[in-house]
């Protein structure tokens, strides 16, 4: 059976115990990075990580991008939005579509 885990700022993903998730806050770099690479062996199929978590981590992120499993899913931390999410979904569209259809200037 495959799991969902959250990696980010401690503050900003214990809340998601409540709901289920394996949770997994982290302090530094170098303990994100061990922890997606820890999560993305065993079972886990998507993975949350806050963004500014993910801003310091982006290479190793990459890595999973054409992966089936796990999914990388970057969401606000308590900070805030970063935008990091929405470009993802940018780069996917246009990927897929060809152009940008989402974020067009006018």
Known sequence: MYKIGVIG?????LGFKALGFSVFPTENREQAV???SELARSNYAVIYITEQ???NIKNEINQYREERFPAVIPIPGIQGSLGI???GIKKCVEKAVGADILFRDE
């Not at 700022?9 to 993903?13: G, H, I, P, T």
């Open 9 to 13: 700022e401690k503050d900003a993903v």
């Open 53 to 55: 978590t993910a801003a």
């Open 85 to 87: 999410g929405m470009q």
């Open 34 to 36: 061990r922890i997606l």
